[in-house]
């Protein structure tokens, strides 16, 4: 996904999603959620801390 993909999709400006990933500022935890819930939609799995380390990887698609 790119920056601008990932903007449109959390509704926010592309200058938010730049300055967050090159940290220059802090974003609200508004625009962190959305920009999760984008990733997360476009399958986007975050998997938390379990002895090895926060992660993402991608979902497994199921074949029905």
Known sequence: ???PDLAKAAEFGL???VDFERERRVVSTVAQVRMRE???SAGVEFI???GGGAGV???K???E
């Open 57 to 59: 990887r991608l979902r």
């Open 61 to 63: 698609e199921t074949t």
């Open 1 to 3: 996904m790119t920056q």
């Open 15 to 17: 200058s938010t999603i």
């Open 38 to 40: 984008a990733l997360e």
């Open 48 to 50: 938390e801390e379990n």
